[in-house]
């Protein structure tokens, strides 16, 4: 038997201040973006901003459905888009930020795993990876150089 040992070390600001200028104008997007969410159901809202290789920036937010499952993430929303969009440009980087109404919530939310497995399809495919900032409504950002530092097993084309 042979242990494999696998981690990930993230970068961690105090909050969105601290930031690069670049990095703290996708946050306010994503933050802006969370502000337009479709959250009725669950009060959560997540913002995602995507600064594509052309200088192009992608929106998205959460969009539910009474229906649960019908819904889509922040995230997928705006990848799924820049795809349609901008096919065959790379995205350079990712902000996230996500809470309840009353913007409590103030620890890193990172992307759940189905956004996990799609940003590592976009990762993979452009063969660079995606540098990823994300937080609560407010406080401390979060931010990984590679989706890898987040999905290191990932599942991709190589297993099919």
């Known amino acids: 038997m042979k242990k494999v ?12 201040h601290e930031l690069a200028e670049q990095d703290q104008s996708l946050m306010q997007q994503a933050i802006d973006a969370r502000g337009r969410a479709y959250a009725p159901y669950s009060s959560f809202s997540v913002g995602c901003a995507l600064l594509l290789e052309n200088g192009e920036v992608i929106t998205g937010n959460n969009q539910e459905n009474a229906a649960y499952p019908s819904g889509l993430c922040a995230e997928r929303v705006a990848i799924f888009y820049a795809g349609s ?10 902000a996230i930020t996500a809470g309840p109404k009353d913007n409590s919530l103030t620890k890193p939310v990172p992307p759940c795993g189905a956004c996990r497995q799609s940003i590592a399809e976009y990762e993979n495919n452009q ?19 590679s989706l890898k530092d987040l999905l290191p097993l990932v599942f991709d084309r190589d297993y099919l």
Request: no cysteine; hydrophobic share 45%; charged share 20%.
């Open 127 to 145: 063969g660079t990876p995606i540098q990823l900032l994300f937080m609560g409504a407010a406080g401390k950002v979060a931010k990984s150089s």
């Open 5 to 16: 040992d696998i981690h990930t070390t993230l970068d961690v600001y105090e909050g969105i």
């Open 85 to 94: 969009r901008f096919p065959g440009v790379a995205v350079k980087k990712l």
